[in-house]
């Protein structure tokens, strides 16, 4: 078989022609078709690496404001914990001085009633005992009582202290003239005890003084002298008066 140069020549234009054909009208058109599509993906690839990106740093800034507000409300709770804390401690503070101080009001009421119990047993002790004491002297009372009790009264005036005495002489000064002293006496006294009375008064006052005598029982034994405003108290009955007054005022 003989080589047809011609022919194989001619068979080689037509491939190099269909080589050109296909490269200029396929493989060009296709080479770009795919470069275009790679573009294509690139930028979808990049958009996509752009978009992952964005959302990477959108879940960090999530991830960090979340974990902030974990933070935060962490700290809220035990700011929280802390106020409710000192609000309990400040309210038991408040309800034990509430307590105290009702428990003080309840002690202090209880004294008073207690204190006012006891005095008001001691007033009612002591107008029995001044009944009984008054019952008991009424029945021991006597003029000679009396006089001795004048004699009593005589040897005071004549140790009279001395602020005791200006206060009398003060009140004998006060009185008008021929304005008398009034001697009360539960029984009647005789001449030399009523004379005695007068020297000492005026004696005691440095002033003559006339003396009015009286009588009442009520006294039941000694006297009462009243020289103008000073009163003096020489009998039974004041003396118990004196001292139920000082137990009715006991507390």
Not at 79 to 88: R, S, V, Y
Not at 180 to 191: E, G, K, Y
Request: one cysteine or more; proline letters at 2%; a negative charge.
């Amino acid at each position: 078989m003989q080589l047809d140069w011609t022919t194989f020549i001619l068979e080689i234009l037509n491939f190099l022609v269909l080589v050109w054909i296909l490269q200029r009208f396929l493989y060009r058109p296709v080479l770009d078709l795919l470069a275009a599509r790679q573009q294509k993906i690139r930028e979808a690839s990049e958009q996509a690496q752009k978009q992952h990106d964005e959302a990477e740093t959108l879940r960090l800034h999530y991830e960090s404001r979340l974990a902030d507000w974990h933070q935060e409300c962490e700290h809220s709770r035990l700011q929280l914990n802390e106020q409710l804390a000192l609000l309990k401690t400040q309210e038991m503070a408040k309800l034990k001085q509430a307590l105290a101080d009702e428990e003080e009001k309840l002690r202090v009421r209880n004294e008073t009633l207690l204190a006012a119990r006891e005095a008001e047993l001691l007033r009612s002790a002591a107008n029995q005992a001044y009944g009984e004491a008054a019952r008991m002297l009424n029945r021991l009372a006597s003029p000679e009582l009396t006089q001795r009790i004048a004699a009593v009264l005589l040897q005071d005036l004549a140790a009279l202290p001395e602020n005791d005495r200006a206060l009398l002489c003060k009140a004998a000064g006060a009185l008008k003239e021929n304005e008398a002293a009034t001697i009360v006496s539960a029984h009647s006294l005789d001449l030399a005890t009523r004379a005695a009375i007068e020297t000492a008064l005026v004696t005691v006052s440095g002033k003559i003084l006339p003396a009015a005598f009286s009588e009442d029982p009520e006294l039941i034994a000694g006297l009462r002298a009243i020289v103008g405003e000073c009163v003096l108290h020489a009998n039974l009955a004041d003396e118990l008066e004196f001292f139920r007054r000082q137990a009715n005022h006991v507390r």
